[in-house]
């Protein structure tokens, strides 16, 4: 639990460094790449001495690696772009989509009670879209909120894939993510056709260093702690970095919240502590 703790506190500030830099013209896209070529880099010999495990399950290793890198991506691209506080709100619908994933892939079973909690994070979530001005009433608002979105459904796959692969190391699986973020960086800048950005030798410096202890800690942090921990109650512990995201938003950046987005949010953070209170039991 200590670790899935300090992974969400870090994952919870992590927007600010990321638009520190993206100020000094680093893009959300290169940024993604730096960091996690880096923390590849700094793997590198974890995985060689593990080389052997690469053979046992190669197409999920991959599977994970992509999945963790379009959650990685997306979720650094809607906190640069968007509101932190909402789009951590509707990231954290991943609850919702890996105990629904969690039934499916791994055959874990869904009470009447964790059934009700889905259905009120769901309202939740249908609150904070709600806009009564707009043609569709209950479509994401803008870019950060698809990117939300498919970040949180990305991450809860992961988690799902990450129990499958019980077999395999943590630093194994953690280092597949690594890859799957270069390549989804690579990719996606290749299909935006984004130049090289132009930028000072300290900038670049700080994105290192920002790949190689803070991307390394936070990953590892998650990965160990979801390695060991069921899908629904790793999930919604890692809802702390909530806590951590809004904090750090409304102290370091002055953002706000509309009332109906609050109002959402907090039935999707009810429905993840209820669900805590229920696996305990």
């Known amino acids: 639990m200590s670790a899935l703790l ?7 500030v992590l927007w600010y460094p990321l638009r520190l830099l993206e100020e000094q013209g680093l893009s959300g896209l290169w940024l993604t790449l730096i960091t996690n070529a880096v923390a590849f880099g700094v793997g590198l010999p974890w995985l060689w001495r593990r080389r052997v495990e690469l053979n046992q399950h190669p197409w999920l290793l991959i599977a994970l690696g992509l999945v963790t890198g379009v959650c990685n991506t997306t979720f650094v691209l809607a906190v640069i772009e968007g509101n932190v506080v909402r789009v951590l709100l ?7 989509w890996a105990s629904l994933l969690g039934r499916v892939v791994l055959g874990e079973r869904l009470s009447a009670r964790a059934w009700g909690l889905l259905a009120v994070a769901m309202m939740g979530a249908l609150i904070m879209l709600w806009d009564g001005a707009a043609a569709g ?5 803008g870019r950060a909120d698809l990117l939300a979105l498919l970040s949180g459904l990305t991450f809860a796959l992961s988690n799902v894939l990450i129990r499958k692969l019980q077999r ?17 960086a690579v990719l996606w800048l290749l299909l935006s056709a984004q130049p090289l950005p132009q930028v000072s030798s300290t900038a670049l410096i700080y994105a290192i ?10 990953t590892l942090a998650v990965q160990y702690g979801v390695t060991r921990m069921p899908v629904q109650r790793s999930a919604v512990i890692l809802l702390f970095e909530l806590v951590a995201g ?8 002055g953002e706000t919240v509309q009332a109906h987005e609050w109002l959402g949010g907090a039935l999707i953070v009810v429905a993840g502590y209820l669900s805590v209170r229920l696996m305990f039991r």
């Open 6 to 12: 300090l992974g969400a506190t870090l994952w919870g």
């Open 90 to 96: 509707l990231f954290y619908l991943s609850p919702l």
């Open 137 to 141: 009433a209950f479509w994401p608002h």
């Open 168 to 184: 395999i190391s943590v630093p194994v699986k953690t280092i597949s993510a690594w890859v799957g973020g270069v390549l989804v």
């Open 209 to 218: 260093v920002l790949g190689a202890c803070g991307i390394t800690v936070m």
């Open 246 to 253: 809004a904090l750090s938003a409304v102290w370091l950046a």
